[in-house]
């Protein structure tokens, strides 16, 4: 006779919220919520960020950088001391829902795409628990987050992207895009510094699995450039000239396509700003202001 299978506890990001703790300037906080739970892996966790009110609010769900390889979604830039940027954002009216999602040494392309897509569904599935506006909803990152969020814009629902990650039946679409220093074309970033298409080392290479000359076809669903359309959310792109790391010409190609196809993209650079805004003191006030001022914009009731 076999042996009956235990019974199983409902997943993680089905668990009851945890009360929130009192932020700067009435704002709110619930730290280490998971948004899903994929078998083998740790419960995916994200922190949210609530602005004072009743809401519901709109909300900006946040990729940190680090190459695919490092980060943690604590943080958004050594620019920005702790969780000081999202408490910013929070205090104009807009809640943050800060993201961790698997890095290329957990899994290869496309999980983190999936991942970043099943926190949005889950922040949909909840909203009414959250106190956070489902219909307007935004995607805003930092280089390899970056590259993340306008992924998210420019994917919105497409099927053969979306995953089976956590909750799964609400759209994943978001209305707007903010991306700082972020990669568009995952084939050119290796020529565009002066790296080796070929090197499996490349971050590129560790996000796609192999070297990103050997797998044309996952480099191009990877990048951006490649799912840009006349039906693309509105984008904010900010990039130091002086970056040596993500060149910044990979902004200037995407807001070029987003124009050329009649979608609305503002680029704006920083001429002495090297990634992570280094360089340019001013830079990252700068970039954070415009990005809030978008945002308000653009999740405006």
Known sequence: MPTPALPLPPPAHAAPLPPPRPGPGGTRVLLGLPYAAVPGVRPLELDLYLPAGDGPAPVAVFLHGGGWRLGSRRSAGPA?????????????GIAVASI???????????AQLHDAKAAVRWLRARAGELGVDAARTAAWGESAGGHLAALLGLTGDDPSLEGDVGVTGPSSAVIAVAAWYAPSDIATVAADTGADPADPDTREAQLLGAPVATVPDRAAQASP????????PPALLLHGVADRFVPCVQSERLAAALTAAGAEATLHTYADANHMWLGAPGAAADALTRTTAF??????A
């Open 80 to 92: 920005y001391p702790g969780s000081s940027a999202f408490e910013a954002v929070a205090q104009a």
């Open 295 to 300: 945002l308000r914009a653009r999740l405006a």
């Open 225 to 232: 450039l490649t799912h840009v359309s006349p039906a693309a």
């Open 100 to 110: 961790d999602y698997r890095l290329s040494g957990e899994a290869a392309w496309p």
